[in-house]
């Protein structure tokens, strides 16, 4: 087999019908890339989510003390190392947050939002659990008196575009000094489930030493929300009986509510969209490859009827059935590779402009972008794969004909067909005149003299079409 001159012959081929071949190779293009790009961001997502959460060390548990009620921060601290595994907890904070309103005057328009103060313990360069990503701006440890300064959280900041430093005013008339901006874990995405689901133009957080806050709700020395982190292994739910026991104990009245980061709802919300995200990208995907497939179809059936009475010469002559239907087969293997290479270049860009569009809409502490080998990977196996299943059937069906079927002309079957379809056998009605066939057949002997005598059987066409199937191998009274 002369793999050159078979590679020459399908080149001829595709360029008889570049038209299609652009066309079909453009929608695998656009299924594989969009299947590359999107996935690709899909994957970049969750690494960077992972990544963040860590980086700023989110809680394992929280322990949120109902509305209105308030406990003695040492106090809370003494109860924790009483619990029976206590070493099982690594870290606790106890914060204090409650409802404000924000006013920021640094543009001709003040801007006046319902908020959240958040009092965190800033000493030792705290917070260390749900830690601040400062953005811009100056943290609290590089602050003279750090009791009057706020960090504001920096969706809110970077959607009215306010400078890292100024004043702003809290509900009583309370003035501090905004020292800077930043991301905090809980805030990747402003949901305040407290008071509705807001974004960063209508809700503001502000960030205080846990002192400030005590003094701004006036609850000095004390706290009602704690943040944990369990060590590798650690029972949370343990853990959450111990705490209730506790509080039943030492702080008796007080309720409680957890939290882990899953009922969050920022965390819970980014992650549950990776999910449905990556279902609506495969179907995109799948439905671009789909059309490819079709297209890919519907080439290979034209290319094999064209090619009929060749396949049908090269079977009546032995010629392997293999290297006959390898021909078109190669036809839909090369627009298969050609659209797929365009289509992984195609998913870079997406991906890297997808890339781009998502942290420019969602700033995150880290952004991974990796390449993703194994979805390209995935990507170009589906872009060859689906094409060339596609061409197989046609091949195979032509290839199961018989060779003098296949050498018969495409008019003459399509009249067959239509005489099964309508009841009636190929061969029906040509049997009243096989008399008068086998008299015109012996007037046709092959003798020069009564070649005038032959011509003159042709006077009947539709009993010429007849006779022309019940001998096969003579043409002289086949229809021109």
């Known amino acids: 087999m002369n793999t050159r ?22 929608i695998i293009a656009l299924g594989t890339g969009v299947y590359a790009g999107l996935r690709s961001v899909n994957g970049w997502q969750r690494q960077s989510y992972d990544a963040s959460y860590a980086l700023l060390n989110m809680y394992d548990l929280r322990v949120r003390l109902t509305e209105g009620s308030y406990v003695d921060a040492d106090e809370l601290r003494a109860a924790l190392d009483e619990l029976p595994h206590a070493d099982w907890i690594t870290a ?11 006013e920021v005057n640094d543009r001709e328009t003040p801007i006046l939002v319902p908020g959240r103060i958040i009092g965190v313990d800033i000493a030792g360069g705290g917070p260390t659990i749900n830690r601040l990503h400062l953005m811009k701006g100056a943290p609290f440890a590089g602050q003279a008196d750090p009791s009057h300064s706020a960090i504001l959280e ?8 306010l400078p890292a430093e100024g004043t702003l005013r809290l509900s009583g008339g309370q003035e501090l000094d905004r020292i800077g901006a930043a991301l905090l874990p809980e805030y990747f995405m402003v ?32 706290v009602n929300d704690l943040l944990l982190t369990l060590a590798d292994g650690a029972d949370a739910g343990q853990i959450r009986a111990e705490i209730e026991q506790m509080m039943g104990a030492h702080f008796k009245g007080t ?119 194994g979805i390209f990977l995935q990507a170009a196996a589906l872009g060859v794969l689906l094409p060339v299943t596609a061409t197989v059937y046609p091949v195979w069906r032509a290839v199961r004909m018989q060779p003098i079927d296949a050498i018969r002309s495409g008019a003459l079957i399509r009249r067959e067909r239509a005489g099964a379809a309508a009841g009636e056998h190929p061969t029906a009605g040509a049997q009243p005149d096989t008399d008068a066939a086998a008299q015109c057949a012996a007037r046709a002997a092959p003798d020069a003299a009564d070649s005038a005598q032959h011509r003159r059987c042709d006077h009947d066409p539709d009993r010429d079409d007849r006779y022309a199937r019940l001998v096969p191998g003579d043409d002289r009274y086949r229809r021109s």
Do not use: C
């Open 154 to 161: 920096y969706n809110f900041t970077r959607h009215y575009d």
């Open 255 to 373: 309720g409680v509510a957890f939290m882990t980061p899953a009922d969050d709802p920022a965390y819970s919300t980014l992650y549950g969209d990776l999910e449905s995200d990556d279902r609506i990208f495969r179907l995109i995907a799948y439905l671009f490859l789909a059309g490819a497939a079709f297209g890919a179809f519907n080439l290979a059936t034209r290319i094999v009827e064209a090619q009929r009475r060749q396949i049908g010469i090269g079977m009546a002559l032995g010629m392997p059935r293999a290297q006959i239907a390898l021909r078109p087969l190669l036809i839909g293997v090369q627009i298969a590779l050609l659209g797929v290479i365009f289509g992984l270049l195609l998913g870079w860009q997406i991906s890297l402009a997808l890339a781009r569009l998502l942290n420019d809409f969602m700033p995150l502490p880290v952004m991974e972008t990796p390449f993703k080998t």
């Open 5 to 26: 001159l078979y590679l020459r012959w399908t080149w001829r081929d595709l360029r008889a019908r570049w038209l299609q071949v652009v066309a079909i190779a453009v």
């Open 92 to 102: 606790a904070e106890p914060r204090l947050i409650m409802a404000t309103l924000v």
């Open 191 to 222: 949901m305040a489930s407290e008071i509705g689901f807001m974004d960063e133009s209508q809700f503001a957080v502000v960030v205080t030493p846990l002192e400030t806050a005590q003094r701004l709700a006036e609850q000095p020395g004390r």
